[in-house]
């Protein structure tokens, strides 16, 4: 059997955000309107350089104004400030033709109009720049619209060769295997996992099973993430747990937490295993969700390598930041768009430097205070979203207005993978 290659975590501080609650974020006395302030605050300048960058040239030199409310009718001018989408009641998307779409800052809102709003994607809560001309109704006509752009991308580990590569596909080096979406559950029906469908992951993770080129493929895989979702709360059923006289497969056997138990202990006996929490866990649902009760996993809660992560989560990893959620930002975020697909919508969130925009409007978060932990200070080497309709990657790569692509440093540059719920037939 081939030895199997390793990886190192590297401790992660600032500007790295933590998404532990401490205990001055636990409370739901304050206002969700300072998540907003703090947003908009931090991610201002970025827009604001940007802009200036882009605007520049644009015949009749317009000018930035400061506050919404301050705008002046027929003048070309841009504003900053937060977007939002006002729809109607209890749409099954957030988008829709009677939309009423606004920018707002410090000093109140305005309407925005215009057809170049049609041609770009928009979700509630980024922060952006608007040039346009306020109309003698008072509604802002925009012409051009600008956004913060990607954040710079800092490798925690100088490159091995000089042709800035990850390394990932053109020469040997470990693999990290991503799993999300398993939803184990006694009680759901839907459920079309076994336990003999465990057995063969695990057996194929650890170079088990297949020929000898699977084994060493198998081999090369040094850490596991679990991106949320293992769990199933299910649908409530009569289903007992031991198995009766029928031609279907037996589902499991054992409660999900005992089952999951076993699944990670024989994994974490071979290598690391981080596991998030997801939508369908036995967790709190309020982004960030915290850790997975360790006690909750019987023997392997002692062991040194396996890690319960908060969800989003950041991990450095021989050197690479990487960034993890267990999908529900993405998810949300989807509701609000009818023209683009999922992956193209997780770059657009590198492009606002922000992971979660709609957080708090339509996805659950804690009211921070005096942060935003969901802005991204740093593009991530590789951005991992779990239980997603299909698996998918990309490369977001992207250079700030007037770079003259001399300086590395500016650029911000990180893979994207979109990982799909775990699924599988039963056997017939």
């Known amino acids: 059997m081939s030895s199997r290659l390793v990886s190192v975590t590297t401790p992660l501080s600032e500007p790295f955000p933590s998404f532990l609650l401490g205990s001055s974020n636990k409370s739901f006395r304050h206002q969700y309107a300072n998540i907003y302030f703090i947003r908009l605050q931090r991610l201002r300048g970025f827009v604001e350089r940007n802009a200036t960058e882009r605007w520049k040239n644009v015949k009749g030199n317009p000018r930035m104004v400061r506050r919404a409310l301050d705008v002046t009718k027929g003048e070309l001018c841009w504003i900053v400030g937060t977007f939002s989408i006002a729809p109607p009641p209890q749409p099954p998307k957030y988008l829709s033709d009677v939309d009423t779409i606004v920018l707002e800052d410090e000093s109140g809102r305005i309407v925005l109009v215009g057809e170049r709003l049609k041609r770009e994607t928009f979700v509630t809560g980024i922060i952006m720049a608007a040039l346009g001309i306020e109309t003698p109704d008072g509604q802002f006509e925009v012409v051009d619209l600008c956004f913060a752009g990607l954040a710079p991308h800092m490798p925690l580990s100088t490159p091995s060769s000089d042709d800035d590569s990850m390394g990932i596909d053109d020469k040997p080096g470990s693999w990290i295997a991503l799993i999300s979406g398993l939803e184990l559950s006694l009680t759901d029906p839907q459920s079309s996992v076994t336990e003999l469908h465990l057995q063969l992951l695990v057996e194929n993770i650890l170079a088990e099973s297949g020929d000898l080129s699977d084994q060493s ?12 979702n293992t769990m199933s709360v299910g649908n409530h059923s009569t289903r007992s747990y031991s198995s009766s006289i029928s031609n ?55 062991y040194a390598n396996f890690s319960c992560e908060t969800n989003p989560t950041w991990l450095a990893i021989d050197g690479q930041p990487m960034l993890i959620t267990s999908g529900q930002p993405l998810d949300d975020m989807y509701k609000y768009i009818d023209s683009i697909d999922r992956l193209t919508l997780a770059v657009k969130t590198l492009e606002w430097r922000h992971i979660a925009p709609t957080a708090p409007d339509t996805l659950w978060c804690y009211p921070y205070v005096t942060e935003d932990p969901f802005i991204l200070d740093i593009t991530p080497s590789v951005y991992i979203i779990g239980n997603q309709p299909a698996f998918a990657t990309t490369l977001a790569e992207s250079k700030l207005p007037g770079d003259d692509g001399l300086s590395r440093k500016r650029d911000g540059k990180g893979d994207v993978l979109k990982v799909k719920r775990w699924n599988v037939k039963p056997f017939r």
């Open 217 to 228: 493929f198998s081999s090369e895989i040094s850490r596991i993430i679990i991106a949320g």
């Open 248 to 302: 279907e497969p037996e589902l499991l056997t054992a409660p999900p937490t005992l089952i999951t138990s076993k699944v990670l202990q024989e994994l974490a006996l071979a290598l690391p295993v981080h596991i998030l929490p997801g939508s369908s866990d036995p967790s709190g649902t309020i982004l960030p969700q915290q850790p997975l009760p360790r006690a909750m996993f019987g023997s392997v809660r002692n």
